[in-house]
């Protein structure tokens, strides 16, 4: 397992900007909010929680196809479906493996862009905490996400709609924490929903993952 | 003899050819009724006029939506734990009737909206629920399009309509939480004081009979294509063999 | 002498895409032994192949092999370009418990390239590296699907080299190919009389009768 982990982190960096990438995407779509909504801040103060949780998944969308589809275009997901790796284990693993190279850097950097976005001090450190707390959850999804298209040619935007209805929950209690945090309310209890969501994710999902490959598989 | 019987390809299209008549023309009746009943025959709203009578549209057509997506949901359970083909085909055919059933249940909330709230769309709960609803329904019937291999297909979509169950009653939940929303509560509550009048709910009763009965026998009538799409497949598989 | 064969099967029926394409297949694997399997293409060789491996379900009958017995290597040797040629290795060797990589990197002349990326490497070095995998999975049966597709002549006399080291200890091997193996005591196994009719696989055949 902590093979399979390596050698996803490794490929994800060597492939090119494996942490770079989602972040500069993110950062690119905060710039074109400010540049869409006009430079107001006190607008965009407001909407900041929402637009920086929408930016974060459509960030963490980015990179999904490419969880399953490079094993599976070069033989490598037959081989490891017929190793000792099991694959609850193995759907588990990438999603972890998407996690490090999406989320974390994601959820580590938010704060950068909230300032940019004028959100209010306290709740910068409820942005990262929601982001580390919901970014998990994504990555499991995406994952399951991708074991469903994993033998479509293509799969790309298919990927998209199967995944972002899924994406409903953790958006909403994600973005609402921060945005309670701004306006001087207590976060916890949307915050905890969401954490609830990501262990919910993390614990079953590699099932369902793990399931669809190997009807992909057959 | 078991139930499972007519998960056999052959004896379902037997009792189904039986049924598909009296199914169509019992549906096209009671729709014929409930809506005439009540469209001309019942009173106008105090407070909301004629527009109330989207009503028997809108109520049948909500309700069938949800219960479109827990009968698919039976169906791929049933599919995946018994491999029964006829199971995964239903669930396939009721696909595209139930996204039907939501797109109308919105498009009607949005035309009875427009009169009483005073805008086509509000960012309520009940409405924003129905719109990712509509969504799952989308990404549902392009997964059964997008994979070749009919079982694959079949396996795919029945995980995700597992899965998608899941996320759309969190998704109702988060959306409560998000919205507190100006749609009405219930409309058939049984608690008294709540209820709407006799003279709405027959002719309602009769409503949502009639798009039940025009659900299963959609159904039937798609399940009845599917299976003889397989057949042909597998007749030109058969040939290419030999 | 009987020995217990190392892989067996019967009454197999293999499907694929939902439709039965072979059926009737009855066949031991002893320990030491090669099958190499022939007909023309579609008949099902990789669909044979990849029901045996566990990644496919058979349509009817059994398939008999000691658990973790079995290596599977298909058309493609799903090694990653941008890792090196050890890193690709050291990763299926821990993935199979494994102990090392030097003894399959020395058998299959791959030293001089281990710290190359795999993407560099010519057709034949990335068919000596594929089966270098199979070494390190340290399984006695050996299951391969067109071992033969790309490799020039000095590499085929290395995997006859191989596979015969392979089958001296007690190994089997398993493979389909339209090319000589170079191996002297393989048994040839035509599947042309085990094609199935086209029925679709399943309950769902019934309906077909």
Known sequence: MMALLLRDLRLAVRAGGGFGLALAFFLALVTLVAFGTGPEGGLLARIAPG??????????????????????????????????????????????????????????????????????????????LSLLAGTPALSAIGTFGAALTVGV?????????????????????????????????????????????????????????????????? | MSLWEYANPTKFMET??????????????????????????????????????????????????????????????????RRHHVSALAAKAAGPVGATMTLCALVTGALWGAPVWGSWWEWDPRLTSFLVLFLFYLGYMALWAAIENPDTAADMTAILCLVGSVFAVLSRYAANFWSQGMHQGASLSLAPGERMDAAFRYPLYLCMAGFVLLFVALVLLRTRTEIRLRRLAAIEARERMA | MMTAPALSVAAL??????????????????????????????????????????????????????????????????????????????????????????????????????????????????????????????????????????????????????????????????????????LAGARAFDLAPFRAGGAAAGRFGEAFA
């Open chain 3, 13 to 182: 029926a293999v499907a694929r895409g939902g439709i039965v394409v072979l059926h009737g297949l009855d066949f031991a694997l002893s320990p030491g032994e090669a099958l190499v399997l022939h007909g023309p293409n579609g008949i099902g060789k990789t669909s044979l192949l990849r029901t045996l491996a566990g990644l496919a379900p058979p349509a009817a009958g059994r398939i008999d092999a000691a658990p973790d017995s079995l290596a599977y290597a298909g058309h493609l040797d799903g090694m990653k370009g941008t890792l090196t040629v050890a890193e690709n290795l050291r990763f299926w060797a821990r993935a199979y418990g494994a102990a090392g990589i030097d003894g399959a990197l020395a058998a299959m002349d791959l030293r001089p390239l281990a710290d190359r990326p795999a993407g560099g490497l010519s057709a034949g070095q990335k068919r000596r590296l594929g089966l270098a995998r199979l070494l390190v999975t340290g399984r006695p049966v050996w299951l391969l699907d067109e071992p033969t597709v790309s490799l020039d002549a000095a590499s085929l006399a290395l995997l006859a080299a191989v596979l015969g080291a392979h089958l001296r200890q007690g190994g089997s091997v398993l493979a389909a190919s339209h090319a000589d193996l170079g």
């Open chain 2, 16 to 81: 189904s050819g039986k049924l598909l008549p009296w199914a169509a023309s019992a549906a096209g009746l009671t729709l014929a009724a409930g809506l005439g009943w009540g469209f001309f025959l019942t009173p106008e709203d105090f407070r909301q006029g004629a527009s109330v009578k989207v009503l028997y549209v809108h109520v049948p057509t909500a309700m069938m939506a949800i219960n479109a997506w827990l009968m698919m949901l039976v169906a791929s359970l049933v599919w995946l734990v």
């Open chain 1, 51 to 128: 637009i920086l949780w929408v930016g974060a998944l459509l960030a963490s969308l980015l990179s999904l196809d490419r969880i399953f589809a490079l094993d599976w275009e070069d033989g490598a997901l037959d081989l490891i479906a017929t190793s000792p790796l099991p694959l609850e284990g193995v759907a588990a693993v990438k999603a972890l493996a998407h996690w490090l190279t999406t989320g974390l850097p994601l959820s580590l950097a938010a704060p950068l862009l909230g300032v940019l976005l004028h959100l209010p001090g306290p709740a910068q450190g409820w942005l990262a």
């Open chain 1, 153 to 218: 040619r293509r799969g790309g935007l298919l990927l998209s709609l199967l995944v972002l209805p899924l994406y409903v929950p953790s958006l909403v209690f994600g973005a609402d924490c921060v945005r309670r945090a701004a306006e001087g309310m207590a976060p916890v209890t949307p915050f905890l929903l969401l954490a609830g969501i990501t262990l919910g994710a993390a614990a079953l999902l590699p099932f369902a993952s793990a399931a669809a490959l190997r009807a992909a598989l057959r």
